[in-house]
Nanobody
Framework: QVELVESGGDSVQAGGSLRLSCTTAKYFYRYYYIAWFRQPPGKEREGLAV????????IYADSVKDRFIISQDTDKKILYLQMNNLKPEDTAMYYC????????????????????WGQGTQVTVAS
């Protein structure tokens, strides 16, 4: 069974907004962290925003903290990423990830913390 499925990627103009969704197979309490990452063409995968399960305060990367908002619908098992004021440099494949094993929160934006990944959804921002 596929555990994480992203959707909502699209092509938009700079300054526009998108909301990505990640549908999970399990309720969020089964994870320690659930997060959004992105990987621009030819670059490393970057952690963007993290929900620490059981903690009300999300963690954001500095590069997106004033424009992106992570949220959840726990009943529907959906994780969202609201992306505002999009820029061409936001063009990337966006991934949802979950950690089913404990880890230090200081590492929550690192790929190595996560053992479950979705297939990704493409976001393209035109200038």
């Amino acid at each position: 069974q596929v555990e994480l499925v992203e959707s909502g990627g699209d092509s938009v103009q700079a300054g526009g907004s998108l909301r990505l969704s990640c549908t999970t197979a399990k309720y969020f309490y089964r994870y320690y962290y659930i997060a959004w990452f992105r990987q621009p063409p030819g670059k490393e995968r970057e952690g963007l925003a993290v929900l620490v399960i059981g903690d009300s305060s999300p963690i954001y990367a500095d590069s997106v903290k004033d424009r992106f908002i992570i949220s959840q619908d726990t009943d529907k098992k959906i994780l969202y990423l609201q992306m505002n004021n999009l820029k061409p440099e936001d063009t990337a494949m966006y991934y949802c990830a979950a950690a089913s094993r404990p880890a230090d929160s200081s590492n929550s934006l690192l790929q190595s913390t996560y053992n479950l990944w979705g297939q990704g959804t493409q976001v393209t921002v035109a200038s």
